[in-house]
């Protein structure tokens, strides 16, 4: 169980980078180490729990920090 329950949904890292904007991504696959993901707009990525376990609190809906940082982003 790499990412655990609270990482069943999270942003899509390829629209934060590409696009700056937060979209859902949803868990396709569950691995020990690596889940994979598809988002909302049709990004395929993985993320690797392996190093820094899987998260202790919700990913999705995405926290007040991170999106006062997408919105300085677009400033």
């Known amino acids: ?13 390829t629209c934060v980078w590409e696009h700056k904007t937060l979209t859902r991504a949803t868990r ?3 691995g020990v ?3 994979h ?3 909302e707009r049709g990004h395929a990525f993985g993320v690797d729990y392996a190093h820094a376990g899987p998260p202790t609190e919700p990913q999705w809906p ?5 999106v006062t940082a997408m919105q300085q982003l677009d400033e």
């Open 62 to 66: 995405p926290t007040a920090e991170l």
């Open 33 to 35: 180490e690596t889940d």
């Open 1 to 13: 169980m790499a990412g655990g329950p609270h990482a069943q949904l999270i942003p899509c890292s």
């Open 37 to 39: 993901y598809t988002c």
């Open 28 to 30: 396709v696959s569950e």
